[in-house]
T-cell receptor, first 113, second 113 residues
Framework: DAEITQSPRHKITETGRQVTLACHQT?????MFWYRQDLGHGLRLIHY???????NKGEVSDGYSVSRSNTEDLPLTLESAASSQTSVYFC????????????FGEGSRLTVL | DQQVKQNSPSLSVQEGRISILNCDYT??????FLWYKKYPAEGPTFLIS?????DKNEDGRFTVFLNKSAKHLSLHIVPSQPGDSAVYFC????????????FGKGMKLTVNP
C-alpha cells in the first residue's frame, strides 16, 4: 500500500543545532507539504512543493528550508534550531493542487532545549 | 486574524447520540471545505468535504452542512461511536490551491460508551 512516512518520530535537540526531518511518500504525488501543529494554532503551513525542484514558503517559513530533488522526498531542515520551533511536524502529500485533500504522515515531535 | 474558527475546544456525547461539530469562517472567498480527523500520535486523515455549490454532503454516518450566508459549516455524526473520539479539524480553501488551505484549531470529541 502507498504511504507517507516521517522520521524520526521523536527528536530532542539543543538550541543552535541543525535538524533535518525526513518525509518519504510512495503515492507518487507531485504535491508535498510541511505543517507544524501547536496548541492554540491548529496546523500551519511551513513550506510546500508542487514538483521536483519546486519549493515555496508557507505561512511560517522563517528558520526552515526544504529541498525537492525527487518526487518521493521532501526533507525539512531547521538551520539553527530555536526553542520556538518545539512542535509536532506533519508532512503531507496530495494528488490535486486544488481540492486540499491531503494525506498526512504520522508526525515528528521535535523538542528544542 | 483567524479565518477558520472552531470556537468550542471540546465536546462530549454519549454513544449512539448525535455529535455536532461547528466551524465558522470569515473569508468569503473560501469555496471548498474539509474536515479532518486526528487520533493521538497519528497524522490527520481526511474525513469529508463540501464544495460551496452544495449545502450538504453525506458519507455514511457523517454529514457536513454548509450555510454560506452565515459563513458556517457543521459536521454531524450519527450515531456517534466511541471510535469517533478524536480531534476534528475544519479546513477551508479557495480555488487558489492547496497551499492556501487554512485549518481551524481543532475540536476534541469524546464519545462515551
Amino acid at each position: 500500500d502507498a504511504e507517507i512516512t516521517q522520521s524520526p518520530r521523536h527528536k530532542i535537540t539543543e538550541t543552535g543545532r541543525q535538524v533535518t526531518l525526513a518525509c518519504h511518500q510512495t503515492w507518487n504525488h507531485n504535491n508535498m507539504f510541511w505543517y507544524r501543529q501547536d496548541l492554540g494554532h491548529g496546523l500551519r503551513l511551513i513550506h510546500y512543493s508542487y514538483g521536483v525542484q519546486d519549493t515555496n514558503k508557507g505561512e511560517v517559513s522563517d528558520g526552515y528550508s526544504v529541498s525537492r530533488s525527487n518526487t518521493e522526498d521532501l526533507p525539512l531542515t531547521l538551520e539553527s534550531a530555536a526553542s520556538s520551533q518545539t512542535s509536532v511536524y506533519f508532512c503531507a502529500s496530495s494528488e490535486s493542487t486544488v481540492t486540499g485533500e491531503l494525506f498526512f504522515g504520522e508526525g515528528s515531535r521535535l523538542t528544542v532545549l | 486574524d483567524q479565518q477558520v474558527k472552531q470556537n468550542s475546544p471540546s465536546l462530549s456525547v454519549q454513544e449512539g447520540r448525535i455529535s455536532i461539530l461547528n466551524c465558522d469562517y470569515t473569508n468569503s472567498m473560501f469555496d471548498y471545505f474539509l474536515w479532518y480527523k486526528k487520533y493521538p500520535a497519528e497524522g490527520p486523515t481526511f474525513l469529508i468535504s463540501i464544495s460551496s455549490i452544495k449545502d450538504k454532503n453525506e458519507d455514511g454516518r457523517f454529514t457536513v452542512f454548509l450555510n454560506k450566508s452565515a459563513k458556517h459549516l457543521s459536521l454531524h455524526i450519527v450515531p456517534s461511536q466511541p471510535g469517533d473520539s478524536a480531534v476534528y479539524f475544519c479546513a477551508a480553501s479557495d480555488q487558489g490551491g492547496s497551499e492556501k488551505l487554512v485549518f481551524g484549531k481543532g475540536m476534541k470529541l469524546t464519545v462515551n460508551p
